[in-house]
């Protein structure tokens, strides 16, 4: 993509961001930045190449079902998924067990789906059409297991927009990425898209 067709994406990813701020900020009644300074688009292949993490991952995945053709994907280190959880246990005033429960989980689903809506509706506005993500599900395993399963259905003719999210709280310091794997049809959209915003800026002058 054009460095102009970049910038309109993280316009998106920024709009969806204060969004996604305002709404975490409500639900854990605290104040959350969220930021996304990075976005790029990449092939399946790449994605192969550019993680290779033995760790124990925190892993949703939310499909993608209207408005796009593919799946998103939100990955977390599990030290970064405990600091989330230790955080709503102290807000709450309790103590956290030091392991990842179903309370913890949907706790972690649910940030996953204020991020991936906000972004959905943003991206939406920008291809004119609903974009519907499913419940999320989480998955806990090695990543190269994980991606192995993800990937299963996507060859290296589907594309991966990745975007890097970073979440701020006073001290708190968080790094995720989301991985929205798509078709070239989707890509093609996006980027039709993208060329219409650019194009009618520049009648306009």
Not at 55 to 73: A, M, P, R, T
Request: charged share 25%; glycine share 4%; with cysteine.
């Amino acid at each position: 993509m054009m460095k102009e067709e970049m910038d309109i994406l993280r316009e998106v990813g920024t709009t969806a961001a204060a969004h996604a701020s305002t709404a975490l900020s409500s639900v854990l009644g605290e104040k959350i930045n969220i930021y996304l300074p990075e976005v790029e688009i990449v092939s399946v292949d790449e994605v192969k190449n550019k993680i290779h993490s033995k760790d124990v991952q925190c892993i949703i995945e939310n499909k993608i079902l209207s408005g796009l053709d593919g799946k998103v994907i939100f990955i977390l280190q599990e030290k970064d998924a405990y600091k989330f959880i230790n955080m709503c246990y102290t807000m709450k005033g309790e103590i956290s067990k030091g392991a990842v429960t179903e309370i913890s989980i949907s706790l972690l689903k649910e940030i996953d789906n204020i991020i991936v809506s906000s972004y959905s509706s943003s991206l939406g506005k920008l291809l004119n059409r609903i974009i519907i993500p499913s419940l999320p599900v989480f998955i806990n395993a090695p990543f190269d297991r994980a991606l192995e399963l993800l990937l299963r259905d996507y060859d290296n003719q589907k594309y991966v927009m990745s975007i890097t999210t970073v979440f701020e709280q006073m001290e708190l310091d968080i790094k995720g990425c989301f991985w929205i794997l798509l078709t070239q049809a989707s890509v093609d959209d996006i980027r039709q898209a993208c060329l219409n915003m650019i194009n009618g800026i520049k009648n306009c002058k």
